[in-house]
């Protein structure tokens, strides 16, 4: 297996570097203490044509590869891991469903404004009952002869006070519970549609994660994505590729962290000489950057199976798991051997280890990983 990157995805990833060491990390500290997200930076994001990355020119993306976005927001999330998220749920989880099972019309009207970033999407699934249990979804859509009724809670909604565009999983025939479960996209500026409690998170405090509520809210049946009854499965079908955006983030966040720890071990002296000169650190810095490069080859093997029309459900679930385990082991090492100013703000680590423990959580545990991945082989 070859990763040697191409130069169009080589000029991706410096362009995405510089736009992250400038104009996030200017801010990113303040952002974090403030749980403020950088609206504007994200517009840039847009404009520069990294939230359309991998998506066909006619729909208003860039033609780009799958393994170019995942460097973009690799490096994104090496600085500011909150705008990583919120890409990666714009990107993989909104768009990459539009893109899977939207039919023309859906793909013309609510796609190329997100892709340019001047609109965000959101992904509604989770519920306060339905977490890794998915399928437990209460909200419905009930069809009154002319449209859908939808009513119902959803919670932890990563961009959800940001979203011009919902993708909503709910029950159209609640007997038939997964089976009867549909997936629609829902406009923000509907009538009925709300925003509730906005979380107050650990980390990833720049990314706006809040519930969205549903009161009878009129959606037409031309906004149904893919068919009636087959939500679940354009859910877990989507949720694959968000996974490798969340793999991304992981492995952003862990490389972030290698990087600060690497340059102060070389800088900072203690006991007269370099703390690299110390052999359990140095140690400690092989084992991590052994752990970085494993973790990498799995995520750029699931991006490049993805792009390559190969089946990557289980390649996803792996790369999520060992990227996020990554970026967890990475960052708390990292506070580690930084000591005292480890744990201070300005050396930006302690937020990402921070940053780093909802990647083990979020877009399916990595429990559920394990679920996802033994149950394939065992089905096989
Ligand atoms: N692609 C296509 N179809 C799939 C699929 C996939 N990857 N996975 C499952 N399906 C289909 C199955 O084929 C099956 O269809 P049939 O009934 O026709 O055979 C159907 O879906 C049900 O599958 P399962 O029996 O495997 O379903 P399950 O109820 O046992 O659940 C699960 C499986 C893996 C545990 C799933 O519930 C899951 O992934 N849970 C985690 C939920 C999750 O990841 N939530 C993330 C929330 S979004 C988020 O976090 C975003 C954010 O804000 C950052």
């Given at each position: 297996m070859?990763?040697?990157?191409?130069?169009?995805?080589?000029?991706?990833?410096?362009?995405?570097?510089?736009?992250a060491?400038?104009?996030?990390?200017?801010?990113v500290?303040?952002d974090?203490?403030?749980?403020?997200?950088?609206?504007?930076?994200?517009?840039?994001?847009?404009?520069?044509?990294?939230?359309?990355?991998?998506?066909?020119?006619?729909?208003?993306?860039?033609?780009?590869?799958?393994?170019?976005?995942?460097?973009?927001?690799?490096?994104?999330?090496?600085?500011n891991?909150?705008?990583g998220?919120?890409?990666s749920?714009?990107?993989?989880?909104?768009?990459?469903?539009?893109?899977?099972?939207?039919?023309?019309?859906?793909?013309?009207?609510?796609?190329?404004?997100?892709?340019?970033?001047?609109?965000?999407?959101?992904?509604?699934?989770?519920?306060?009952?339905?977490?890794?249990?998915?399928?437990?979804?209460k909200?419905?859509?009930?069809?009154?002869?002319?449209?859908?009724?939808l009513n119902?809670?959803?919670?932890f909604?990563?961009?959800?006070?940001?979203?011009?565009?919902?993708?909503?999983?709910?029950l159209?025939?609640?007997?038939?519970?997964?089976?009867?479960?549909?997936?629609?996209?829902?406009?923000?500026?509907?009538?009925?549609?709300?925003?509730?409690?906005?979380?107050?998170?650990?980390?990833?405090?720049?990314?706006?994660?809040?519930?969205?509520i549903?009161?009878?809210?009129?959606?037409?049946?031309?906004?149904?994505?893919?068919?009636?009854?087959?939500?679940?499965a354009?859910?877990?079908?989507?949720?694959d590729?968000?996974?490798?955006?969340?793999?991304?983030?992981?492995?952003?966040?862990?490389?972030?962290?290698?990087?600060?720890?690497?340059?102060?071990?070389?800088?900072?002296?203690q006991?007269?000489?370099?703390?690299?000169?110390?052999q359990?650190?140095?140690?400690?810095?092989?084992?991590?950057?052994?752990?970085?490069?494993?973790?990498?080859?799995?995520?750029?093997?699931?991006?490049?199976?993805?792009?390559?029309?190969k089946?990557?459900?289980?390649?996803?679930?792996?790369?999520?798991?060992?990227?996020?385990?990554?970026?967890?082991?990475?960052?708390?090492?990292?506070?580690?051997?930084l000591?005292?100013?480890?744990?201070?703000?300005?050396?930006?680590?302690?937020?990402m280890?921070?940053?780093?423990?909802?990647?083990?959580?979020?877009?399916?545990?990595?429990?559920?990983q394990?679920?996802v991945i033994?149950?394939?082989?065992?089905?096989?």
């Open positions: 070859n990763f040697e990157l191409t130069p169009q995805q080589k000029a991706v990833q410096q362009s995405a570097r510089q736009f060491q400038t104009v996030l990390q200017e801010t500290l303040e974090d203490a403030a749980g403020r997200f950088p609206e504007e930076a994200y517009k840039k994001m847009g404009e520069m044509g990294f939230v359309g990355l991998p998506f066909p020119k006619e729909y208003g993306g860039q033609g780009g590869d799958y393994l170019s976005y995942v460097l973009a927001l690799e490096e994104i999330s090496k600085i891991s909150s705008v998220i919120a890409y749920v714009c990107t993989s989880l909104y768009s990459g469903a539009l893109i899977n099972d939207g039919n023309e019309e859906q793909k013309k009207k609510y796609l190329p404004e997100v892709l340019s970033g001047k609109k965000m999407g959101s992904f509604c699934l989770t519920e306060p009952d339905a977490g890794s249990d998915a399928a437990g979804c909200t419905t859509a009930i069809w009154n002869g002319k449209e859908y009724i119902g809670l959803k919670c909604i990563t961009n959800g006070p940001l979203a011009d565009y919902y993708m909503v999983v709910a159209t025939n609640p007997e038939l519970k997964t089976k009867g479960l549909t997936a629609f996209i829902v406009e923000r500026e509907w009538e009925g549609v709300s925003i509730g409690k906005i979380e107050d998170k650990c980390g990833i405090r720049c990314a706006q994660v809040s519930e969205v549903f009161d009878n809210v009129r959606v037409p049946k031309e906004n149904m994505l893919g068919e009636e009854g087959k939500g679940f354009v859910a877990m079908k989507d949720l590729g968000g996974r490798i955006g969340v793999a991304a983030q992981g492995l952003g966040i862990a490389k972030g962290a290698y990087d600060i720890a690497f340059n102060y071990l070389k800088e900072r002296e006991f007269g000489k370099p703390l690299y000169k110390n359990y650190l140095a140690f400690k810095m092989a084992e991590l950057e052994t752990e970085i490069e494993m973790a990498q080859y799995m995520l750029y093997k699931a991006a490049t199976d993805k792009q390559e029309g089946s990557y459900s289980v390649p996803a679930a792996k790369a999520k798991m060992v990227c996020t385990d990554a970026a967890m082991h990475v960052a708390t090492e990292a506070v580690q051997m000591g005292g100013n480890g744990y201070m703000k300005e050396y930006h680590v302690e937020r280890l921070r940053d780093a423990k909802i990647t083990q959580i979020y877009e399916g545990t990595n429990e559920i394990k679920l033994s149950g394939n082989m065992f089905r096989k």
